[in-house]
């Protein structure tokens, strides 16, 4: 019995980390500019996107080039924000990460 009580101790003590955790991601906050820099989206380490800015000249840029700086954009600000949330987790679980 004093067992489960242990176990259910450790799991709340882990959601309380979590929920810490989950925390501190929505408040960090990363910038991330477009190849061209046509666009930039800020984006926080829980993958939410917060702003994205276009550049007064992206009118100079054909439609297929806009396409591919939105798509390089976001997968570099998906990516950031994942680097940054792998980080913050293996740094709460005591782990250390290998920088990508």
Same mark, same amino acid.
């Given at each position: 019995?004093? *067992?489960?009580?242990? /176990? =259910? !101790? *450790?799991?709340?003590? =882990? !959601? $309380? /980390?979590?929920?810490?955790? !989950?925390?501190?991601? *929505?408040?960090?906050?990363? !910038? +991330? #500019?477009? %190849? #061209? ?17 276009? &550049?007064? $000249?992206?009118?100079?840029? %054909?439609?297929?080039? =806009?396409?591919?700086?939105?798509? &390089?954009?976001?997968?570099? +600000?998906?990516? *950031?924000? /994942? +680097?940054? &949330?792998?980080? +913050? ?8 990460? %290998?920088?990508?």
């Amino acid at each position: 019995m004093f *067992d489960k009580l242990g /176990q =259910l !101790k *450790d799991l709340w003590q =882990l !959601k $309380n /980390q979590m929920a810490e955790i !989950k925390k501190r991601m *929505d408040n960090m906050v990363i !910038k +991330a #500019s477009s %190849p #061209s820099h046509v666009f930039e989206i800020t984006i926080t380490g829980s993958q939410e996107i917060k702003e994205v800015t276009v &550049a007064e $000249n992206f009118k100079d840029f %054909p439609r297929e080039k =806009l396409g591919e700086e939105l798509t &390089a954009v976001m997968n570099k +600000a998906i990516k *950031d924000s /994942q +680097a940054m &949330a792998a980080q +913050a987790m293996g740094g709460a679980m005591g782990m250390e990460l %290998p920088k990508a």
